[in-house]
C-alpha cells in the first residue's frame, strides 16, 4: 500500500500533556505507593515519559496480552502472553496503556487484576483514547488526548511494527 505520514499533535504538545497527566497522578496517589504496569509492547515509550514526570518512586511492571493477532480489529478473545513478575496483592495499580479502541483489552485486564491478581485499587490511564470505537464500557481515570478513528501511528504505536519510535503522533494516510 502507497501511503503517506500527516502530523496529527506534535511533539511538544505529547510532551506537555504528559507532564499534566504525571502531575494529576502524583497528587491523586498523595505518596500511596503505586505500580504501573504498562501493556506491551505500544505503552513503552509513553510509559517511560510519564514515569520521569512523577516525582515520588513509581514501582513498574509489564504484562503483555494480545487480542489482535495479524487483524487489525480487534477479535475480542484475549490471551495473556506475559503476565506481569511482581506479586500485585494488596497493590495500587495503575494500568499504563498507548490506546483504547474497543475497551476490549482493558476490559479483560481489568476484570484480571481484580478477581485473579487481587490487587487493592485499579486505576487505568491512556495516552490516547477513540471513543468512536468503543465496545464496552470501561473507566479510564487518566486520559491524554481523544483521537478520531483513523490509522494512528508514533509514541508507542505501530503500523506492521514500525514507527512505534515516531516522536509525535501521526496518522497514516493510503494514497
Ligand atoms: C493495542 C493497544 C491496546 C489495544 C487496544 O495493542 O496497545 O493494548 O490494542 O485495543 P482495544 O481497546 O480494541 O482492546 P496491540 O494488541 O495492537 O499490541 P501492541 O501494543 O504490541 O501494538
Redesign the pocket.
Given at each position: 500500500m502507497k501511503y503517506r505520514i500527516e502530523s496529527l499533535i506534535d511533539r511538544q504538545k505529547v510532551e506537555s500533556r504528559i507532564k499534566e497527566l504525571a502531575k494529576e497522578i502524583e497528587k491523586d496517589y498523595a505518596g500511596e505507593e503505586v505500580v504501573c504496569v504498562g501493556?506491551?509492547?505500544?505503552?513503552v515509550i509513553f510509559l517511560s515519559d510519564l514515569v520521569k514526570e512523577i516525582e515520588t518512586p513509581v514501582i513498574i511492571d509489564f504484562m503483555?496480552?494480545?487480542?489482535?493477532g495479524s487483524e487489525t480489529v480487534?477479535s475480542?478473545d484475549?490471551k495473556i502472553l506475559k503476565d506481569t513478575d511482581l506479586d500485585l496483592r494488596g497493590k495500587n495499580v495503575l494500568i499504563v496503556?498507548?490506546?483504547?479502541?474497543?475497551?476490549?483489552?482493558?476490559?479483560?485486564v481489568i476484570d484480571y487484576f481484580k478477581k485473579v491478581k487481587g490487587v487493592k485499587t485499579i486505576k487505568t490511564c491512556t495516552l490516547l483514547s477513540?471513543p468512536d470505537?468503543?465496545?464496552v464500557q470501561?473507566d479510564v481515570d487518566y486520559i491524554g488526548f481523544e483521537v478520531p478513528d483513523k490509522f494512528i501511528i508514533g509514541y508507542?504505536?505501530?503500523y506492521d511494527?514500525k514507527y512505534?519510535n515516531l516522536p509525535y503522533i501521526a496518522v497514516v494516510i493510503p494514497e
Open positions: 501493556l506491551l509492547k505500544g505503552s503483555n496480552v494480545s487480542s489482535y480487534s475480542g484475549v496503556e498507548d490506546i483504547i479502541d474497543t475497551g476490549l483489552t482493558l476490559e479483560y477513540k470505537r468503543r465496545r470501561v508507542g504505536l505501530d511494527q512505534r
